[in-house]
Every structure is written in C-alpha cells, then in structure tokens.
C-alpha cells in the first residue's frame, strides 16, 4: 500500500510542469550520478561506460556493461555538447574535457584488439573494429586504488540496493561484481565456450549508428584544430578531438563495408578478425543500409573515402526508407541515427530528412531526440516538438532512470530502460524483465543538452558545479 501511494505521488509529480530550473538541477544531479557508471582513465575497463548498475537478474550489486558501444556514442554526445554549452556561458570546461578524452581513448584501446584474447594476432590494427569492453576479472577491486572508485561514498550495509530502492528510486547502490564481455563467462564456461561466446558477442553494426552520432556531436561541438586538454595528473597534452573523431568514423564506416578485405572478401558484410563472418542475426549484414553509412560520411569528411561504393540499388533502398518506418524498433533507432547523422534523404530536389527521420523515431516516441540532434548537427531552422521534448525532460524521474520490477513497479513517463531512445514504448513503459536495476541516464543527458542549445536564450545559465 505504501509503495502503491509513492508510486501514485511520483507520477502526479511528472505530471506537471518543472520549471527550467529544476530540469538544470536534474541534469546536475545525473552528472554527479554518472561517476557511478564509469571510472575515468585510460587503464582496461576505464572509461567504458556501464548500462545498468544494481542489476537485478545476476545480484543486486552488480554493475552491468553489457552492449557498451551503443551506451558509449550517447556518452560521447553527453560530453561533447557539456563541453560546447560551457563554452557559450564562459564557465571552467577542463574536468568536461579530460574525461572526453579519456573517452575516445578508451575507444582506440578497445578497437587496438587483435593481439588479445580471442583472436590472438601478432600486432594490433587500429582499423575500425573493435570489442566492446576490455575489462579484466578484478576491476571492481582494481578501482579501490583510484579515486574514481565506482563505490565512492558508499557501503555496503548503509547504501545496499534493498535499502534504497524503496526510500530512494534511482539512486545507485553499493557494487560487488561487474558483467562485461571479457569476464562473465570467465568461470562457468569451458575455455572452447568461452571463445565461441565472445566470438559471437563482439561490436555489430547496432553499435555502430549511436557511436556515428556521438562522434558527430564531438566534431561540430570541438574545435577543429588541436587544443589542450590536462591529463589525470596535471599533464597538458595537445590533442585534436575533432580529427580523432573523423577517423575513427571513417575506419569504422570502412570496416563495415569491407571494402579493404582485411579478414575476408564478400562487400557490406563484417567479418571478425578470425576471418569468421559476423551472422546476420547480430549485425553483420550491412548491405541494406550501405548508403546511409558512406552518406554520413559526408559529414565528417569534404572528400568522401567512400564516395564510389556502394550500388544504385543501396541508394534506392536507402530513399525507400524514409516512407515506411520498419517494423523492428532496433532497425528504427539504427536508420534515425543515420538519418541525422548523414541529413540524406531527398525527394526529387527536396531535403525530407526530417520527415524521414519523424517517420521512423515516431512509433515509439523518439522524436524529440533525434530531430533535435538532426537540428544541431546541421544548422536547420526548421521547427521541433519543443512541448514533447519538455514533457520527457519534465518526467524524467529526479534520482535518474529504474525499474526494478517488470510491470509493477517502473519510474514514471516511459524512462524505465536502459536507453530510452532505442527502445520500444512497452520497454519504455514497464522495463524489460532481463535488464531491471538502476540506468546510467545519459538519454536524459542528452536531450537535456540538445534542448538547452537549442532554446539556450529561453533558459537559465548552464552551470554544472553548483
């Protein structure tokens, strides 16, 4: 009964108005809260960014990082876009920068793979494929000797998960265990089992798109020379975000079409370095969206690598998307992604990027973020639901997003997955019954950047250090 009552008071309170104030102080208290999903710095495991923490299907102290790639690009366009509305108000943008750094860092690590386990080269490629995390099996303990430890401030009796997911929703909870790539079949498989697992969980082209957006937000809102940016230990290091960004877009966009054959021959289908074709179950087929991969190029590069490959048939399939949204919601936010990055559909001379990518981000409400990023990125007047993308900022729940049991109990308007913005509106609404705990909230992040640089001369000061 008491847990029905706060759930009701929770809900009237998303029902109304926030003041532009309060969404602010929201996006501080998520930015405070993100130094419980990610340990900045450039060690393996550092840096990458976990989805879910406290989740409930392995142990309550359990830091999830799962898929991280996709999580990572919306990391990315998290920082870039703090960085760039810091700068507009004149305030301290250093701390924002080094971890952007340590960020992008940590990608190159993470694309620097095949002289480890599985795929056991000679030397490592940085060549567009990458694993999704490299964290070893003692990280958690690992981070007790930084100050960026993941359990900062907490304990494990006074700040256990059972404690405060009643009198605090959204608040993370003390951590004992990670789930990641590298280490979750570490004890309960045979090492034959182990590979073949990791083998079929490596980056696919789902985890490509978001990263293309987020790489995107790093070139418009970075200089586009080198500046400096202070390492962890006070050192100055001369650093050109924007260009790391643009390569790394490139090989990833090239590693995907397979146009150099690196680990084997047939086009627009991704092969692994053990020269194993990726299955099409899991991405690896990427012919079908071949022209919106080499069109986003175009934003990052005045002379496109790509320019000549791919076929007449891609470039009308590619014009067909924008009429018809696809039936599969992770096909939906793969195509929007896209359609912002690469500003490509056309209808006879006309730019229909924006209904293109309405038509495909509407079913499960997405709109706001995507037509929004699409706004920034390329400098559009053209007018966005501005009251929709304020009801999301206003439900969001203040402790950041949870859901800790499928169907009755989730946080209030749609924020009860991991990633609000490629996920469908049941998992919106009442979580997915795998991946229950407490989420990193960078979708908030997001939109709440995006938002503010757009209708910046509506809004308060952008300060995140009060």
């Known amino acids: 009964m008491i847990r029905a009552v706060f759930l009701f008071l929770v809900f009237c309170a998303s029902a109304f108005p926030q003041s532009p104030e309060q969404n602010l102080a929201k996006y501080r208290n998520y930015r405070n809260r993100l130094q419980y999903f990610v340990a900045i710095g450039d060690l393996p495991g550092q840096s990458n960014i976990a989805a879910i923490r406290n989740h409930i299907n392995h142990n309550k102290g359990t830091l999830r990082f799962g898929q991280h790639i996709t999580y990572f690009g919306e990391y990315l ?32 690590r993470l694309d620097l793979c095949e002289s480890k386990y599985p795929w056991r080269h000679n030397r490592d490629y940085f060549d567009g494929f990458a694993v999704r995390t490299d964290h070893s099996e003692d990280f958690l ?27 605090n929703p959204g608040q993370p909870a003390y951590v004992d265990r990670i789930v990641a790539q590298t280490n979750y079949l570490s004890k309960e498989f045979s090492e034959e089992e182990k590979r073949l697992e990791w083998i079929k969980h490596s980056m696919s082209q789902d985890d490509i798109c978001p990263l293309l957006s987020g790489l995107a937000l790093v070139v418009k809102c970075l200089p586009d020379s080198a ?44 092969y692994r370095p053990d020269s194993s074709k990726m299955e099409w179950q899991l991405g690896g087929l990427t012919y079908f969206y071949g022209t919106g991969y080499v069109r986003a190029l175009d934003f990052f590069s005045n002379d496109n690598p790509m320019e000549e490959s791919v076929s007449n048939a891609q470039n009308i399939l590619w014009q067909l998307y924008q009429i018809f949204p ?57 007018k966005v639901n501005k009251k929709m993308a304020e009801e999301h900022l206003n439900s969001a729940p203040f402790n950041g997003p949870y859901c800790y049991k499928e169907w009755e109990e ?10 609000r913005y490629w996920h469908n509106t049941k998992n919106q609404k009442y979580g997915n019954k795998h991946f229950r705990g407490n989420y990193n909230g960078t979708d908030y992040m ?13 809004l308060p000061e952008y300060e995140i250090n009060k």
């Open 326 to 382: 696809l039936p599969n919601f992770d096909n939906r936010s793969m195509l929007s992604h896209l359609g912002v990055v690469s500003d490509s559909w056309r209808f006879i001379f006309f730019n229909t990027s924006y209904s293109g990518i309405k038509k495909q981000s509407m079913i499960n409400g997405w709109q706001p973020y995507y037509l929004m990023m699409w706004k920034f990125l390329h400098d559009k007047n053209r």
């Open 141 to 167: 303990e690992d981070q007790k000797k930084f100050s960026n430890n993941l359990n900062i401030n907490l304990d494990q009796e006074n700040q256990s998960f059972d404690k405060l997911r009643n009198s």
């Open 446 to 458: 997001l939109l709440y950047n995006l938002f503010h640089l757009i209708y910046k001369d509506e």
């Open 77 to 108: 366009g998290v920082l870039a876009t703090e960085y760039k509305l810091l700068e507009i108000y004149g305030k301290e943008r250093d701390e924002t920068l080094t971890e952007l750094y340590y960020a992008i860092q940590a990608y190159i």
């Open 410 to 419: 989730h946080a209030s308007g749609r924020w009860a997955s991991s990633s």
């Open 227 to 270: 500046i400096i940016v202070k390492d962890q230990d006070g050192n100055s290091i001369l650093y050109n975000f924007a260009d790391t960004a643009k390569k790394i877009a490139i090989l990833s966009v090239r590693f995907m079409s397979n146009i150099d054959e690196p680990y084997g021959k047939a086009n627009w289908r991704m």
